[in-house]
């Protein structure tokens, strides 16, 4: 098992397969785009299976979420959700993606063996959608999360970023098409992961706001703690259900206390917390010919020492020296 010193159990493994984005949205990088990893820094498809099947089988992983940068991006991504699909025990598989490149792998890898997908879409407006990620491509997100739904691959959730004087009048709009669509929204409080260092605690877009937009037009009420267990999400039936919005309030409304991931990044490291500076190295270790418990030790040993919280609740808190598409969402 992954435990810390806090009694908390990693069950949740995050992936990153790619530090590449096919996308440029502002809170997250530059424009000219990021310095990339060089290939034979990156995992290899075999690497990061034997990882995958190390952190199922001899350290209780249940659930496991491909991230990148843009996963779709990942030339072996389909061969490595059918050989994980393999695996006794097969863990749960789900997918976060920016949606572009789904409409033509969503049945792909519904028949490799992926259960669902998480889609990033900030905005129904294209323009806005051009603002926010300098790309000219929100119809291929729409078409995404059709044959993503086609497919199968559901529940689909929406991740969205409100950014003040940019999105931030969408939220009840968002609501209304993702209920119309089938899909489950929720809100995230941008965080700081953005490599140029621009995020200001003063201009983000709060939970609190997030709800009061909500409620304007919608009835919202709460799902409670017992339902939400270790989710990130809060969530609200509205009005009176079935359908559901979450919000995820990293910043605001830490949920540290009932974290289950762990994380291993595209180049082999594994990191306690999406805001950790410290990694571990799995690679050198697989590069070294490592046996299997060898490898489950390093990654123990790493989990042992997560911290009790992100630091995102501390108003000084200083962002990683990594981006987020380096490590993974």
């Known amino acids: 098992m992954l435990v810390d010193t806090y009694g908390r159990r990693a069950t949740d493994l995050r992936v990153s397969l790619t530090d590449r984005c096919n996308l440029r949205c502002t809170y997250c ?5 990021l310095q990339w990893l060089a290939k034979p820094d990156l995992l290899s498809d075999d690497e990061t299976v034997r990882l995958i099947r190390i952190a199922v089988t001899l350290l209780g992983v249940t659930d496991v979420r491909f991230t990148g940068g843009e996963p779709l991006l990942r030339p072996g991504l389909t061969g490595i ?5 393999a695996l006794d025990p097969r863990p749960r598989m789900s997918l976060t993606t920016n949606g572009i490149g789904l409409a033509r792998t969503a049945a792909a890898l519904k028949d490799a063996g992926l259960d669902r997908v998480n889609v990033s879409l900030d905005t129904l407006r294209p323009e806005v959608f051009h603002q926010l990620t300098r790309r000219d491509r929100h119809h291929d997100v729409i078409h995404g999360l059709e044959a993503a739904r086609a497919a199968g691959l559901t529940p689909i959730k929406i991740n969205t970023v409100l950014m003040s004087g940019v ?23 941008q965080m700081p992961l953005d490599a140029q260092h621009g995020w200001k605690r003063d201009g983000m877009i709060t939970a609190e706001a997030i709800i009061a937009s909500l409620s304007s037009r919608f009835t919202l009420i709460p799902e409670g703690e017992q339902r939400r267990g270790a989710a990130p999400a809060e969530r609200w039936l509205v009005d009176g259900g079935p359908h559901r919005v979450g919000v995820i309030a990293s910043v605001t409304r830490p949920f540290c206390a009932a974290c289950d991931r762990t994380r291993l990044t595209a180049d082999g490291q594994v990191r306690s917390c999406l805001f950790a500076r410290e990694e571990t190295d799995l690679r050198a270790a697989l590069r070294s010919d490592a046996p299997d418990e060898e490898i489950a030790d390093l990654w123990r040993l790493a989990m042992w020492g997560k911290k009790a919280g992100s630091g995102l609740d501390d108003p000084s808190f200083l962002q990683p020296d990594r981006p987020m598409s380096a490590i993974g969402g």
């Open 81 to 85: 959700v059918e050989r994980c699909a």
């Open 29 to 33: 990088m530059p424009e000219e785009g």
């Open 167 to 189: 999105n931030d009048d969408e939220a009840p709009e968002l609501l209304a098409w993702a209920i119309a669509e089938g899909y489950e929204l929720r809100f995230i409080e």
